[in-house]
């Protein structure tokens, strides 16, 4: 009997010190992999600030190419010329933003992306100027039109002639005014600006050239003989007429 209590006795011991060595080996196992998942997690959290930082960069470099920085300055200028306004105008401000961050990276937008756009860039631009003075804005849009959701439409392209409409309008004259027509009919797109121009605005004209030549140039890349731009200039009026046959050119798309 006492040969078998040592024995049990000793087999108990065994067990014990095998079950501290395991867990002793199990702990330092689990201590060794929660240190290497704490260094990965690590690499991957510095890894992860160095994309951010350079998908930052790229966006803002991106931003810096699509977005002309007096049209940024201009609107601004415009919703902090008016603070009562400032909920409305921020509202308008949050709309072109996302469509310049967002839609313009596409090569093209629907027409209604467009138009809204347009839209909301006039009436940011409305709040700097005197509620009495001769403000017209007409629009014609065909919402059932065939390639009113359809992506035709090159972003921004509406820009410079609304920016272009209240930067060279003299405010102060009594006869000054500014006209804008959009209208979409038949898959056909115009868009019309006119605007009474200050005498020192008319001479810059005259030395300069009527209207951006960028917009010229990047309609006939992207329409090439899909598009007509007029411009004109009379008696200090200035008159810039661009009509897109989206209709022609969303079929060139499909079959080429």
């Known amino acids: 009997m ?44 510095e890894t992860n600030k160095i994309i951010e930082q350079k998908l930052n960069e790229v966006q803002l470099e991106h931003i810096g190419t699509k977005l002309n920085p007096h049209l940024f300055k201009n609107i601004l200028n415009s919703v902090q010329s008016h603070a009562y306004q400032t909920y409305m105008s921020l509202d308008k401000l949050a709309n072109v933003l996302d469509y310049i961050l967002y839609e313009s990276n596409n090569k093209f937008v629907s027409p209604k992306e467009e138009l809204n756009f347009a839209l909301s860039l006039i009436e940011i631009n409305k709040i700097k100027i005197n509620p009495l003075f001769d403000f017209r804005i007409k629009s014609r849009i065909n919402k059932s039109d065939a390639v009113y959701e359809e992506k035709v439409f090159a972003p921004l392209i509406s820009v410079d002639l609304i920016e272009n409409a209240f930067k060279h309008t003299d405010f102060l004259a009594q006869d000054s005014f500014i006209s804008i027509s959009l209208e979409l009919e038949n898959s056909i797109f115009i868009m019309k600006v006119s605007n009474k121009a200050s005498l020192k605005n008319v001479l810059e004209k005259e030395n300069s050239g009527f209207g951006s030549q960028s917009l010229d140039q990047r309609l006939k890349m992207i329409y090439n003989n899909h598009y007509q731009l007029e411009k004109n200039s009379k008696n200090g009026i200035f008159t810039a007429e661009l009509k897109i046959n989206l209709g022609e050119f969303y079929d060139k798309m499909r079959y080429s």
Do not use: C
Request: aromatic share 20%; no cysteine; net charge positive.
């Open 2 to 45: 006492e040969g078998n209590y040592y024995m049990i006795h000793d087999y108990l011991i065994f067990i014990g010190v095998f079950a501290i060595f395991f867990l002793l080996t199990v702990g330092i196992y689990l201590f060794s992999q929660n240190t290497r998942l704490k260094q990965k997690n690590t690499r991957l959290s």
